[in-house]
């Protein structure tokens, strides 16, 4: 066939006869402004990349700790300045040629994201609280992430003073991933967001300075996993797009309400075949459930927690549930509402084995990071309960859960970053035994962390718990409250336990000492205190501005 002929045949089947002159290419219409906080942290962390590479290593961590800082600080002003501007409200709209959703939960979300990354920056900036190596600062992260553990190479690197400052560009590649997955408004951005957040946080979770073997073994475990749930999100994604013909929420949504008449003939055969959009719908709920940490897609949360470098633990547990969760959220309330009937059974038991499967497991255990990844477990199961309200109070209320809690639990990481033996951290539960009486402060302050994460009155886990439990009675799931109030005191033992062995056993003479750490970790410990304190005393403004922000747009 000439080449003539085949350019004939491909302008027909375009629909563009040779005659007619083709139709103008339309460029794209992207709305930058409302997109500032996702190109802020991107440009700023793309700069960070070329810090890695022009500046002399001596300037490198001031530099990269200055440009993430402002990054999440300037960020997190443009979110502020886009919910004053209405975008939340009056001004909700689909941005970037339908991508991108701009509304209440998307800046809420992302305010939250930014915040809590913000504060956790702080304790990767750390450098006090080992005692200096050969007359350097060292911080939590390898002198050379390259080096294989326990080799010249590294030793050499550590004599040296080579500190691993490719941590905050990294840190800023994830965020970007996290303020855009809640927001996706369609399945591909939907996956690009998750593997932009997913990718840097495997190589964050094996650059651990000490106990190096456990760190790396911690983000191959990760990553193994993580590209299961990626495969999962990914097909159910191939199976809507054949089942609605398209990958926009809206589309499907129509499809799945049957308000789309008009058939794409290239899809005649699949389209609205029910068996597609249940399958489809449960591996892309598998894929974030997987992320959120919920029952039996936890596996990776305990072993990852205990063996990544403590700032990146508190940093993952935060800021990772509460972009997970926003996608969720938006996933069922806005794709899939027309499915209720299908998936609420199924988050019914997935929240109850979540709650009690997390509670339960946790008092077993003897190291502290793999207990507070139980209890992760154990609230990812509470915010469900929420998830499966079906109301407008159900999302109000997982938002206020998710910026409480993310708080509380950077705080509490904070903590354990300071708790140290001979051997760095002393995470093993025995090792805390007496701290109250060695250094009254920090115990007490981690008594607050644990009091709110049980949920006792006057903290903000109080509030939070009341506010998700109501809307799950409100919305028909009273069931679920019940199962949900004895988890709540399934796990208020084994936080007690931890504030007793702190203040009424006696202090070990061969036991940690409690670092004196610089006001990097003092801002995030203190700011993790004042939210808790603050939400639970007087949690009603930012409970109104949860339900102001609690409407998803459509």
């Not at 509470?382 to 109000?396: N, R, Y």
Request: include cysteine; glycine fraction near 10%.
């Amino acid at each position: 066939m000439s080449a003539t002929a085949v350019h004939s045949l491909w302008t027909m089947a375009g629909g563009v006869t040779s005659a007619a002159p083709a139709e103008k290419f339309k460029a794209p219409v992207i709305e930058y402004a409302q997109l500032a906080p996702v190109l802020i942290v991107i440009g700023v962390a793309v700069v960070g990349v070329l810090v890695e590479a022009f500046v002399p290593r001596r300037a490198r961590y001031y530099t990269q700790v200055f440009l993430t800082v402002v990054a999440l600080a300037a960020a997190f002003a443009a979110v502020i300045g886009l919910a004053a501007g209405g975008y939340g409200t009056t001004k909700a709209h689909i941005a970037a040629m339908g991508a991108i959703a701009i509304d209440g939960p998307t800046l809420f979300l992302q305010g939250t994201i930014l915040l809590t990354s913000l504060v956790a920056v702080f304790t990767f900036a750390e450098r006090r609280l080992d005692p200096a190596a050969h007359g350097n600062h060292v911080d939590s992260f390898a002198a050379q992430a390259a080096s294989v553990p326990g080799s010249d190479s590294e030793k050499a690197a550590v004599r040296a003073g080579f500190t691993t400052t490719e941590v905050f560009p990294l840190v800023l590649f994830s965020v970007a991933g996290m303020l855009v997955f809640p927001a996706a408004n369609d399945l591909l951005t939907l996956f690009v967001a998750l593997e932009v957040f997913s990718l840097p946080l495997y190589l964050l979770c094996a650059v651990a300075r000490r106990k190096r073997l456990m760190s790396q073994e911690a983000a191959v475990k990760y990553f193994l996993l993580g590209a299961f749930s990626s495969a999962f999100l990914l097909f159910g994604i191939a199976l809507l797009y054949g089942y609605a013909g398209s990958v926009s929420y809206a589309t499907i949504a129509n499809v799945v309400d049957g308000s789309v008449t008009q058939i794409d003939p290239a899809l005649a055969d699949t389209m609205g075949n029910d068996a597609l959009l249940l399958i489809g719908g449960a591996m892309i709920l598998t894929g974030l459930l997987f992320k959120v940490g919920a029952v039996p897609f936890h596996m990776w949360t305990p072993d990852v927690y205990q063996g990544a470098p403590t700032p990146v633990t508190g940093f993952m547990a935060a800021a990772t549930k509460v972009a997970a969760f926003g996608a969720l959220l938006r996933l069922l309330y806005v794709v899939l509402p027309g499915l209720a009937w299908d998936w609420r059974p199924v988050m019914w038991a997935v929240a109850i084995v979540t709650m009690l499967g997390g509670a339960i497991v946790a008092i077993t255990q003897t190291d502290i990071k793999r207990l507070l990844a139980y209890s992760s477990i154990a609230h990812a199961g509470f915010i469900l309960a929420g998830v499966i309200a079906t109301t407008p109070d159900g999302i109000s209320s997982v938002l206020f859960y998710l910026g409480a809690y993310s708080f509380v639990t950077v705080g509490a990481f904070a903590v354990v970053t300071l708790v140290r033996d001979a051997g760095g951290e002393a995470t093993h539960l025995s090792k805390w035994a007496g701290l109250g009486r060695r250094s009254p402060l920090v115990a007490a302050v981690f008594a607050v962390f644990l009091l709110a994460f049980a949920g006792i009155p006057l903290t903000s886990g109080f509030s939070g718990k009341f506010a998700v439990f109501k809307a799950a009675a409100d919305g028909g799931a009273g069931g679920l409250v019940v199962v949900g109030v004895i988890s709540s005191a399934i796990a208020a033992f084994f936080y007690i336990r931890v504030i007793v062995l702190m203040f009424f056993s006696e202090p070990k003479a061969d036991g940690p000492t409690v670092a004196v750490p610089s006001p990097l970790t003092m801002t995030t410990i203190g700011v993790g205190v004042a939210v808790t304190l603050v939400l639970g005393l007087a949690p009603q403004y930012f409970l109104d501005l949860a339900s102001q922000a609690g409407v998803f747009v459509r």
